[in-house]
C-alpha cells in the first residue's frame, strides 16, 4: 500500500528539478546576454578612447565632428572624461536630475565609476594622459537584475499553482471521505433495523438460551455504533461534553476483551477530578481504538499501553498521552504515518491514523501528533480543546 505514496513523492520531485531546471537555464541564459551586452559596451569604450585621441591630435573639422557626433549617440553608457589632476574634463550619456547641483553630481558618479573599472587611459598628445571612466548602462544593470526577478516570478507562481491544486485535491478527498461514510452508513441502516426486530422476535421464543440473545444483542449494539460513527463522519458532528476519563476506561473495557491478554492497559487521571471537554463520542472512541489497535500491533500482542489524562499547562486543552512498549517509529516518519495509505503492515490499509487525524483536527478543532518515540516505544498525544 505504500506504492501509491511513493509515486506521488516522485512526482513531487520531477517537477521539482524541471522548475529547478527552468531557473537556472533562464538564469545563465540572461547571463549569457548580459556579457554578451558587456563585451560590447567595453568594445565602444574603446572605440571612445580612440576617438578622444583623435579630436586631440587634428583640427577641429566639419567632418569629423558629425563622425564623433555619430558615434557618440551610439553610446548607452555613461562615461567621464578627468585629466591627470583628477578633475572633470567632459562627460557623456549622464543626465543631471534638475534641481541638483551638477558638480556634486558629476563627482558622484565618478566614484561609482571608479569603484567599477579600471579607467582607460588615452593620450592625446605625448607626455599628456587622460583618463575615461565609465560604468555600466542602466540597461546591463537591469538586464543583471532580470534573472532574479524572473526567479521570483516564477516561485511564486509555482506556489499559487501549488498551493490551488492542494486545496482541490483536498477538496475531492473530503468528498470521498464524507460520500464513502454516509453511503455506507446509510447501506448498513436497513439490515440493522431488521436484526433489531428479528432480537425482538427472539426474546419472546421461552425455548432460546437468553445468554445467546445478550451476546447477539451486544454485536448489534457495536454494528449500531459502527454506523453511528460513519453517519457522524459524513455530516457535521454534534459535540457534548463528556467525562473524558470515563469514556476511554469505557473504551479500554471494550478493547481490552477483545485483544490478548498479554496487553495490559493502564489509565492515569492526573488531574483531581474529572476532566471535561466537548467530544462526539462515537468518533472520539474511534481514535482512541485506532491508536491503540497500532500501539497492540506495534507490541506484536504482549506489552503495556499507558494513558494519562490532564490538562496542559494553559489549561486550555484536555492531553491525553498513549503509551506503547513497542518497536518504535523512526523521527522521520512521524509526520508521515499520518498519510493516507502508509503502511508498514502486510495487511494494512494505512487509513487508521488518517481517520483520527481528521477527527481530531477537523471536528474537534484539536492536534494528534507523535509526542516521542524509541526503540522501547512510542508515545502519542491527542489534544482536545476544553472549550
Ligand atoms: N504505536 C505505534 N508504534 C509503531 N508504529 C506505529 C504505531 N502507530 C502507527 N504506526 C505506524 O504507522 C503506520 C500507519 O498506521 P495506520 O494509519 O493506523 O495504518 P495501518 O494500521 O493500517 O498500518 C503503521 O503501519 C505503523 O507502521
Ligand atoms: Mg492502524
Same mark, same amino acid.
Given at each position: 500500500?505504500?506504492?501509491?505514496?511513493?509515486?506521488?513523492?516522485?512526482?513531487?520531485?520531477?517537477?521539482?528539478?524541471?522548475?529547478?531546471?527552468?531557473?537556472? %537555464?533562464?538564469?545563465?541564459?540572461?547571463?549569457?546576454?548580459?556579457?554578451?551586452?558587456?563585451?560590447?559596451?567595453?568594445?565602444?569604450? !574603446?572605440?571612445?578612447?580612440?576617438?578622444?585621441?583623435?579630436?586631440?591630435?587634428?583640427?577641429?573639422?566639419?567632418?569629423?565632428?558629425?563622425?564623433?557626433?555619430?558615434?557618440?549617440?551610439?553610446?548607452?553608457?555613461?562615461?567621464?572624461?578627468?585629466?591627470?589632476?583628477?578633475?572633470?574634463? +567632459?562627460?557623456?550619456?549622464?543626465?543631471?536630475?534638475?534641481?541638483?547641483? !551638477?558638480?556634486?553630481?558629476?563627482?558622484?558618479?565618478?566614484?561609482?565609476?571608479?569603484?567599477?573599472?579600471?579607467?582607460?587611459?588615452?593620450?592625446?598628445?605625448?607626455?599628456?594622459?587622460?583618463?575615461?571612466?565609465?560604468?555600466?548602462?542602466?540597461?546591463?544593470?537591469?538586464?543583471?537584475?532580470?534573472?532574479?526577478?524572473?526567479?521570483?516570478?516564477?516561485?511564486?507562481? $509555482?506556489?499559487?499553482?501549488?498551493?490551488? $491544486?492542494?486545496?482541490?485535491?483536498?477538496?475531492?478527498? +473530503?468528498?470521498?471521505?464524507?460520500?464513502?461514510?454516509?453511503?455506507?452508513?446509510?447501506?448498513?441502516?436497513?439490515?440493522?433495523? !431488521?436484526?433489531?426486530?428479528?432480537?425482538?422476535?427472539?426474546?419472546?421464543?421461552?425455548?432460546?438460551?437468553?445468554?445467546?440473545?445478550?451476546?447477539?444483542?451486544?454485536?448489534?449494539?457495536?454494528?449500531?455504533?459502527?454506523?453511528?460513527?460513519?453517519?457522524?463522519?459524513?455530516?457535521?458532528?454534534?459535540?457534548?461534553?463528556?467525562?473524558?476519563?470515563?469514556?476511554?476506561?469505557?473504551?479500554?473495557?471494550?478493547?481490552?476483551?477483545?485483544?490478548?491478554?498479554?496487553? &495490559? $492497559?493502564?489509565?492515569?487521571?492526573?488531574?483531581?477530578?474529572?476532566?471535561?471537554?466537548?467530544?462526539?463520542?462515537?468518533?472520539?472512541?474511534?481514535?482512541?481504538?485506532?491508536?491503540?489497535?497500532?500501539?497492540?500491533?506495534?507490541?506484536?500482542?504482549?506489552?503495556?499501553?499507558?494513558?494519562?489524562?490532564?490538562?496542559? &499547562?494553559?489549561?486550555?486543552?484536555?492531553?491525553?498521552?498513549?503509551?506503547?512498549?513497542?518497536? %518504535?517509529?523512526?523521527? &522521520?516518519?512521524?509526520?508521515?504515518?499520518?498519510?493516507?495509505?502508509?503502511?508498514?503492515?502486510?495487511?494494512?490499509? %494505512?487509513?487508521?491514523?488518517?481517520?483520527?487525524?481528521?477527527?481530531?483536527?477537523?471536528?474537534?478543532?484539536?492536534?494528534?501528533?507523535?509526542?516521542?518515540?524509541?526503540?522501547?516505544?512510542?508515545?502519542? &498525544?491527542?489534544?482536545?480543546?476544553?472549550?
Amino acid at each position: 500500500m505504500t506504492q501509491l505514496y511513493e509515486y506521488r513523492n516522485t512526482l513531487n520531485i520531477i517537477a521539482l528539478a524541471a522548475a529547478i531546471f527552468i531557473g537556472i %537555464g533562464s538564469i545563465s541564459y540572461t547571463n549569457y546576454l548580459v556579457s554578451l551586452i558587456l563585451e560590447q559596451e567595453e568594445q565602444q569604450t !574603446s572605440i571612445f578612447a580612440k576617438v578622444q585621441e583623435y579630436i586631440a591630435t587634428v583640427e577641429p573639422n566639419e567632418n569629423i565632428n558629425t563622425l564623433i557626433a555619430v558615434i557618440e549617440e551610439n553610446y548607452t553608457y555613461p562615461v567621464i572624461l578627468t585629466n591627470e589632476r583628477d578633475s572633470i574634463i +567632459d562627460w557623456r550619456n549622464i543626465s543631471i536630475p534638475k534641481g541638483k547641483d !551638477s558638480l556634486s553630481y558629476l563627482a558622484k558618479e565618478l566614484a561609482e565609476m571608479k569603484a567599477a573599472h579600471p579607467p582607460i587611459v588615452v593620450e592625446p598628445a605625448a607626455g599628456l594622459k587622460n583618463f575615461i571612466y565609465y560604468k555600466n548602462s542602466t540597461l546591463v544593470t537591469q538586464l543583471k537584475l532580470y534573472p532574479y526577478v524572473e526567479l521570483g516570478i516564477m516561485i511564486a507562481f $509555482f506556489a499559487i499553482v501549488y498551493v490551488l $491544486f492542494d486545496a482541490s485535491r483536498k477538496a475531492e478527498q +473530503d468528498k470521498v471521505w464524507v460520500g464513502l461514510a454516509k453511503e455506507t452508513a446509510h447501506q448498513l441502516g436497513t439490515p440493522i433495523s !431488521s436484526l433489531v426486530a428479528w432480537l425482538e422476535y427472539f426474546k419472546a421464543v421461552e425455548s432460546l438460551d437468553k445468554s445467546i440473545i445478550g451476546e447477539l444483542e451486544k454485536d448489534v449494539s457495536r454494528l449500531e455504533t459502527i454506523t453511528a460513527r460513519f453517519s457522524s463522519i459524513g455530516s457535521p458532528p454534534v459535540l457534548k461534553f463528556e467525562n473524558i476519563e470515563q469514556l476511554v476506561r469505557e473504551n479500554v473495557d471494550y478493547l481490552q476483551k477483545r485483544i490478548s491478554s498479554r496487553v &495490559r $492497559f493502564q489509565v492515569h487521571n492526573l488531574e483531581q477530578h474529572p476532566l471535561q471537554a466537548p467530544v462526539n463520542r462515537s468518533l472520539f472512541e474511534w481514535v482512541v481504538e485506532n491508536v491503540c489497535k497500532n500501539a497492540v500491533d506495534a507490541m506484536a500482542g504482549a506489552g503495556t499501553i499507558s494513558i494519562y489524562l490532564s490538562y496542559t &499547562r494553559d489549561s486550555k486543552h484536555v492531553q491525553i498521552d498513549i503509551a506503547d512498549t513497542g518497536k %518504535g517509529i523512526p523521527k &522521520r516518519l512521524w509526520r508521515r504515518i499520518f498519510k493516507p495509505g502508509y503502511t508498514t503492515k502486510k495487511r494494512g490499509w %494505512g487509513l487508521g491514523l488518517t481517520l483520527a487525524k481528521r477527527i481530531v483536527e477537523d471536528y474537534h478543532k484539536g492536534s494528534i501528533f507523535v509526542l516521542a518515540s524509541s526503540s522501547a516505544g512510542t508515545t502519542f &498525544r491527542v489534544l482536545l480543546p476544553r472549550f
